[in-house]
């Protein structure tokens, strides 16, 4: 099971961060990826972060301004948000899967955390 915290309400250029926890395993032998969707949108991919070498990959959209990371030693996943944007508005979830690589659809996770609101105002 994972747990998602750490949304919340913030200005635009302010900055955030979420956190996903494993619980019953170690998130460490687990590809972690973010995805968010926004209201009437697709879940899309934000950023992942692989287990076998650690190695990130983020959306174009949020390049430059989220990190993933993994905490020390592995059971938690953090996903820093910097200059936020009212397009980044969503429900952040956190999702895990035993993949060599981070893959960018929905569905080739089986494990999900249960979401948390950002909200971005302008």
């Known amino acids: 099971q994972l747990q998602a915290s750490g949304g919340g309400l913030v200005q635009a250029g302010g900055s955030l961060r979420l956190s996903c926890a494993g619980s019953g395993d170690t998130l460490s032998r687990y590809t972690v990826s973010w995805f968010r969707q926004a209201p009437g949108q697709e879940r899309e991919l934000v950023a992942g972060i692989k287990w076998s070498d650690g190695g990130p990959s983020y959306a174009d959209s949020v390049k430059g301004r989220f990190t993933i990371s993994r905490g020390d030693p592995g059971d938690t996943v953090y996903l820093e948000m910097s200059r936020l944007r009212p397009e980044d508005t969503a429900i952040y979830y956190c999702?895990?899967?035993?993949?060599?690589?981070?893959?960018?659809?929905?569905?080739?996770?089986?494990?999900w955390g249960q979401g948390t609101q950002v909200t971005v105002s302008s």
């Open positions: 999702a895990a899967n035993r993949a060599y690589w981070i893959g960018l659809l929905a569905s080739q996770y089986p494990y």
